[in-house]
């Protein structure tokens, strides 16, 4: 009944890789909204991640990870994808898909945002 479920995480040493999916829903065609992957660790504000525009021609990106993280989507699947590589302990969080409607530019900020997965736990420890 989800409309937005994300699979991957799991247990990594630092240095390694995970790839996060999220499944989404055919009743939300991926092509009309913007795609975002946020994270939230304990006793943290949820923070932006990755967000790319509908048209795929503007991306923000969380400073810590620029050049080690890359988010994708699949408009065949429905599925959004984030490829996560040279994972640092302080990447430890929940990982949360999201969708957003109308928004001028690929925003951070949670609130905008419309649809959200159930989240998948990140740990990267030695």
């Known amino acids: 009944q989800r409309q937005l479920v994300e699979s991957g995480g799991g247990l990594v040493q630092p240095g390694g890789s995970l790839r996060l999916s999220c499944k989404v829903s055919?009743?939300?065609?991926?092509?009309?909204?913007?795609v975002a992957w946020f994270r939230q660790a304990p006793g943290k504000v949820r923070e932006a991640v990755l967000c790319?525009?509908?048209?795929?021609?503007?991306?923000y990106y969380h400073d810590s990870v620029r050049g080690r993280f890359t988010l994708s989507r699949d408009g065949a699947m429905n599925t959004i994808y984030l490829q996560m590589n040279n994972l640092k302990r302080e990447d430890t969080a929940v990982y949360y898909c999201a969708l957003g409607n109308d928004l001028t530019a690929p925003s951070p900020n949670p609130a905008e945002y419309d649809y959200w997965g159930q989240g998948t736990q990140v740990t990267v420890s030695s």
């Open positions: 790319v525009s509908t048209s795929n021609t503007a991306t």
């Open positions: 055919s009743e939300l065609p991926l092509q009309y909204y913007n």
